[in-house]
T-cell receptor, first 113, second 115 residues
Framework: SQKIEQNSEALNIQEGKTATLTCNYT??????LQWYRQDPGRGPVFLLL?????KEKRKERLKVTFDTTLKQSLFHITASQPADSATYLC????????????FGSGTRLLVRP | DAMVIQNPRYQVTQFGKPVTLSCSQT?????MYWYQQKSSQAPKLLFH???????NEADTPDNFQSRRPNTSFCFLDIRSPGLGDAAMYLC??????????????FGPGTRLTVT
């Protein structure tokens, strides 16, 4: 079955630096890969989606890359701010009629002022 | 604002006492999902509806049931909660249909405590 790996250790960075989070998956590549932000005690919030035939997607300070050869997606936050501190989840969307996502367990990001 | 609403936000129930969690949406989305999330873990899909079509995950215990009486509302029933069912329960929706994006919109969650 499909497995997703996100670094379980928190990423601790200084304000203003670029945060880079990794999402690796096994087996077959999804049609889409999505990234969500989750704050403590809240539901996830959709951030970005990238298709399998796209190498890179940007939205404001966010950038996502998708490498189907490496079976990996990288999520970047440039000019990070303390308000960016949260857990970031990646999710695989196989693009089939099941409409299901397979979520990773997320990586916690801490941005120090 | 269009949104996904969950009630209650916090629920305490006794071991073995049935409990119902509710979810409503104003997005008019076709698909509604229920997830269970424990601390530092991935959201685990329990089941989902496409319109009235119910789709159960193979590893969802029989203790968990769901109802979707109309487009807007969906309920999660836990017939005999055990201590292991203590978790955050998340409801989500997505547009469904056609091809392309399938991003999900989540409610704030219900934190269930079993005593």
């Amino acid at each position: 079955s499909q497995k997703i790996e996100q670094n379980s250790e928190a990423l601790n960075i200084q304000e203003g630096k670029t945060a880079t989070l990794t999402c690796n998956y096994t087996n077959y590549s999804p049609a889409y890969l999505q990234w969500y932000r989750q704050d403590p005690g809240r539901g996830p919030v959709f951030l970005l989606l990238i298709r399998e035939n796209e190498k890179e997607k940007r939205k404001e300070r966010l950038k996502v890359t998708f490498d189907t050869t490496l079976k990996q997606s990288l999520f970047h936050i440039t000019a990070s701010q303390p308000a960016d501190s949260a857990t970031y989840l990646c999710a695989l969307d196989m693009g089939d009629s099941s409409y299901k996502l397979i979520f990773g367990s997320g990586t916690r990001l801490l941005v120090r002022p | 604002d269009a949104m996904v609403i969950q009630n209650p936000r916090y629920q305490v129930t006794q071991f073995g006492k049935p409990v119902t969690l509710s979810c409503s949406q104003t997005l008019n989305h076709n698909v509604m999902y229920w997830y269970q999330q424990k601390s530092s873990q991935a959201p685990k899909l329990l089941f989902h509806y496409y319109d009235k079509d119910f789709n159960n995950e193979a590893d969802t215990p029989d203790n968990f049931q769901s109802r979707r009486p109309n487009t807007s509302f969906c309920f999660l029933d836990i017939r005999s909660p055990g201590l292991g069912d203590a978790a955050m329960y998340l409801c989500a929706t997505s547009r469904g249909g056609g091809t392309g994006r399938n991003e999900q919109y989540f409610g704030p969650g219900t934190r269930l405590t079993v005593t």
